[in-house]
């Protein structure tokens, strides 16, 4: 797959899995990790999706600092700061697989970052 179609299908990928976090974050049956990982995951890709269109190479990674910190040597700013970034990070993992633990992100917080990651990414 040519590396522009695959920018575009982790665009596509991270558009699912802001829909299933919006989904998620309003029901009661499911853990709030379960919702932040869908949050986690779509900003995981948008920042792939960039470093691709970017022709930037990447590890296999949750790291979201990692990636963030990638697009930044390559001459692309974030529009949000990292320290807020990093906040999504337990979600991919860590938090999905121990129940004393819990995150400090409200929804309406990882909801922001999303948007405007999404937004970001949009328009390059």
Same mark, same amino acid.
Not at 19 to 46: G, N, P, W, Y
Not at 88 to 115: C, K, W
């Given at each position: 797959?040519?590396? %522009? $179609? #695959?920018?575009?299908?982790?665009?596509? +990928?991270?558009?699912?899995?802001?829909?299933?976090?919006?989904?998620?974050?309003?029901?009661? $049956? /499911? @853990? &709030? &990790?379960? %919702?932040?990982?869908? %949050?986690? *995951?779509?900003? &995981?890709?948008?920042l792939k999706s960039v470093l691709i269109r970017m022709g930037v =190479?990447?590890?296999?990674?949750? $790291?979201?600092?990692?990636?963030? $910190?990638?697009? =930044?040597?390559?001459?692309? #700013?974030?529009?949000?700061?990292?320290? @807020?970034?990093? *906040?999504?990070?337990? #979600?991919?993992?860590?938090? @999905? #697989?121990?129940?004393? *633990?819990?995150?400090? +992100?409200?929804?309406? &917080?990882?909801?922001?970052?999303?948007?405007?990651?999404?937004?970001? /990414?949009?328009?390059?």
């Amino acid at each position: 797959m040519k590396s %522009a $179609d #695959y920018a575009i299908l982790l665009i596509s +990928l991270a558009e699912s899995d802001i829909a299933a976090f919006h989904v998620l974050s309003i029901s009661h $049956d /499911v @853990r &709030e &990790e379960t %919702a932040m990982f869908h %949050a986690q *995951q779509a900003v &995981e890709k948008m920042l792939k999706s960039v470093l691709i269109r970017m022709g930037v =190479e990447f590890r296999k990674t949750h $790291d979201l600092i990692e990636l963030a $910190d990638k697009v =930044e040597r390559h001459g692309k #700013y974030l529009p949000i700061d990292k320290e @807020r970034l990093s *906040q999504l990070i337990p #979600y991919a993992v860590a938090l @999905r #697989y121990d129940n004393d *633990q819990t995150g400090n +992100l409200t929804f309406a &917080e990882a909801d922001m970052i999303i948007s405007v990651i999404r937004e970001w /990414v949009l328009t390059i």
